[in-house]
């Protein structure tokens, strides 16, 4: 596991971090494109709704950029 997957796990299972780190963290930290869109929805998410998306939650914004699959969150 990279960084960058630890960096996302965390975001998505750890409210304390994702809270304390998220409004410092950029899109171009993730060189994996599936990785940068996986982050891309988790801020898009937080600056709307000032919270953490579920898995789920995620995976329908994902899903709703209609060009990727359920692989992206499974991780």
């Known amino acids: 596991m990279n960084i960058e997957s630890t960096i ?15 409004v ?13 869109v996986v982050f891309s929805e988790m801020q898009k998410f937080y600056a709307k709704y000032n919270d953490v ?5 995620l995976q ?5 950029r209609g060009r990727y699959t359920g692989k992206v969150v499974n991780r």
Do not use: G, M, W
Not at 8 to 22: D, T
Not at 24 to 32: G, H, P, R, W
Not at 60 to 64: G, N, P, T, V
């Open 8 to 22: 996302l796990s965390n975001l998505l299972h750890n409210e304390e971090y994702a809270r304390k780190v998220i």
């Open 53 to 57: 998306p579920s898995r789920e939650a």
């Open 24 to 36: 410092f963290l950029k899109d171009e930290y993730f060189q994996d494109h599936t990785e940068r």
């Open 60 to 64: 329908i914004a994902i899903d709703e």
